[in-house]
């Protein structure tokens, strides 16, 4: 591992800056809190760049995320309808996710709204798999999603796009970026509207949406972002970001059937060297969640949610091939709602790591503890090891535990709170061997995650309680690759989610997570002409621990085209399940059939 120059960048900064997903060797920052090639890094990481958000013309995170490997997504119907992210078969509400380093989603339940994050604000994605609350804290059991939004630099130059397609969605954008050589800037806007479709086929007091409203479900957001930062000549570094979302949403249930929501990112961070041989990061922020719900048009009840954060990170090199980490951060959550007994509460953390690489040997060793407020201290730790078998091929071993502290829902939402749980413990061990040969780059990744004392509703008590258990194995697969100029990435996920839980669920598979999972991404240029498709299927799940409602399999293909007509400018075209697949991932929640969107695109 070579940490001198790496460290000299910010973390925060490099991260965003958007390496482009043909390097064979892309800068990730979200394993280790530093910049870390990927080939030194020892956890298994996913980076989608800017270069793949347009190329796949996505039109929401959790359709970029979706097939990724060990990730898996349940979505209530089109655009805007809630999405859930499983990753390596952990709950929705055990992943920590990161805008631009500050930590983000909802306190009152416990996950993020990423249905509702614009994926044109967004310029790159990490994706980290397996447990890294020994850096990061609570909810890092699954692993860690960090989104980077657009940076800018360089020239100043606008950009804008617009389009519109199946279920009457329109869609724009506009923005423009600069800086210079020592400066950046970006601001962009986007606005969707979509009149969407009939949602959920429920059944009234029975299951899924538990009514039945054969009405299209739209769906509307607004959403703008503005980034600037300078890099003195001194090398210190100033960076501030700001990002808000807001939506209305249309959908079906019987207390409740609209929604209008809110998602915003505010952050700044200062980094400098006092010496040559340590950098200091400071970075400070407060992200918002806020939902008011209706039904019918009136008024039904509201979730505000505000998180406070403060982190100090201290990088020391030591030499090349040794780095030091010492930090600490502190959170505050609070809560709006008059339906809960307590409102905030505080968590300070610190944490320790060491990189380093001994002959062909790399180690990467972190302890962080944990106090918070109400649940007192939490210490959780990992170990990597990596040993270089060859040029182009690497082993590597690690072992991790983490911790996730109950949400305000499941302290005090009433008549389900229960004050007195504790929070849930995993730990987890993966063996990994990554490759560069003649076929490509390639991965392969085997682990186990046991889950200690996870909470569902105890149906004796009527409340929430620390009764369930898991215990998730997976393996893991990627290839990245060239044939005949066409440009392949697939992955395959195979998952073991099993309740270990007492009772008559023992054995039973965790629900919403499908068993197989595999995607491949085919891409080709034909000078002004670019095609692809992306392959997405999914085997079989269950949508209840008792596995008896049973989601079959699918499968979907995606198609994509691109024509350069002019220097900057490119009109594409997505044709989304080309063959109709008629499909759930949720019961009783309608997916997309054959629809297709068309954009003009303006790009510098």
């Known amino acids: 591992m070579k940490y001198r120059l790496l460290s000299a960048v910010p973390w925060l900064m490099l991260g ?5 997903a043909v390097e064979l060797n892309p800068v990730v920052v979200t394993a280790t809190r530093t910049a870390v090639t990927a080939d030194d890094t020892l956890a298994s990481v996913s980076v989608i760049t800017r270069d793949d958000i347009e190329r796949q013309q996505a039109q929401s995170v ?12 349940t979505r209530n119907g089109g655009l805007g309808k809630v999405a859930t992210i499983f990753l390596r078969g952990s709950e929705s509400d055990q992943v920590l996710v990161l805008i631009d380093g500050i930590k983000v989603g909802s306190a009152s339940i416990g996950a993020t709204a990423f249905h509702d994050l614009p994926v044109h604000q967004i310029e790159r994605i990490e994706i980290v798999r397996g447990p890294r609350s020994s850096l990061y804290g609570s909810e890092a059991i699954g692993g860690v999603i960090q989104i980077f939004t657009r940076k800018g630099g360089g020239e100043i130059k ?5 389009g519109g397609g199946s279920h009457d969605t329109i869609e724009a954008t506009a923005g423009i970026s600069g800086g210079g050589e020592r400066g950046w800037f970006n601001i962009n806007f986007s606005g969707l509207d979509t ?3 009939n949602s959920c086929n429920g059944e009234p007091g029975v299951a899924g949406c538990f009514t039945t409203e054969p009405d299209r479900d739209g769906y509307r957001n607004e959403s703008g972002s503005l980034r600037a930062g300078y890099r003195f000549e001194n090398g210190v570094e100033f960076d501030a970001h700001a990002l808000r979302s807001s939506a ?7 207390f409740q059937n609209e929604s209008e929501t809110a998602q915003q990112v505010l952050g700044a961070s200062l980094s400098f060297s006092p010496i040559d041989l340590w950098r200091i990061n400071l970075t400070a922020g407060q992200s918002r969640d806020e939902s008011d719900y209706y039904k019918d048009g009136a008024f039904v009840s509201r979730f505000d949610t505000k998180r406070d954060t403060l982190t100090l990170q201290n990088d020391l090199t030591i030499s090349d091939d040794h780095m030091i980490t010492l930090g600490g951060d502190y959170q505050e959550d609070q809560v709006d709602t008059t339906a809960y007994r307590a409102d905030s509460r505080d968590n300070t953390g610190l944490f320790a790591q060491y990189q380093g690489t001994l002959a062909e040997h790399d180690l990467q060793l972190s302890l962080r503890n944990d106090d918070n407020e109400q649940f007192g201290d939490r210490t959780t730790g990992s170990a990597a090891w990596g040993y270089r078998l060859s040029d182009g091929l690497r082993l590597s071993l690690s072992y ?3 911790f996730k502290a109950p949400t305000f829902n499941e302290l005090y939402f009433p008549f389900f709170g229960n004050l007195d749980l504790q929070p849930e413990e995993s730990e987890s061990v993966e063996l990994g061997l990554y490759g560069q040969s003649f ?3 390639w991965s392969v990744n085997i682990y186990e995650t046991t889950i200690e004392d996870m909470i569902a509703y105890d149906a004796n008590s009527g409340l929430a309680a620390n009764i369930d258990k898991a215990r998730i194995r997976g393996l893991e697969a990627t290839l990245t690759t060239s044939v005949s100029d066409w440009d392949l990435n697939a992955s395959l996920t195979l998952l073991d989610p099993e309740n270990r839980s007492v009772g008559a669920n023992d054995g039973n598979q965790l629900p919403r997570r499908a068993k197989r999972g595999f995607r491949l991404d085919a891409d080709r240029r034909f000078g002004q002409f670019a095609l692809g498709a992306t392959l997405h299927a999914e085997g079989k799940r269950f949508d209840d621990l008792g596995n008896t409602r049973e989601i079959g399999g699918y499968t979907t293909l995606d198609l994509r085209a691109e024509y350069s007509f002019a220097p900057d400018w490119r009109l594409q075209l997505r044709i989304e399940n080309l063959f109709d697949e008629n499909y759930e991932t949720a019961s009783f929640y309608n997916q997309p059939g054959t629809s297709a969107f068309l954009t003009l695109r303006y790009q510098p």
Do not use: H, K
């Open 158 to 162: 606008p950009n804008f796009s617009i």
């Open 400 to 402: 991790g535990t983490a």
């Open 62 to 73: 959790e359709e970029l995320l979706r097939g990724l490997p060990g990730v898996s997504v």
């Open 248 to 254: 209305d949403s249309d959908f079906d249930g019987g």
């Open 195 to 197: 009149d969407g479709f």
């Open 16 to 20: 965003a800056s958007g390496v482009c």
């Open 439 to 441: 076929l490509g780059g």
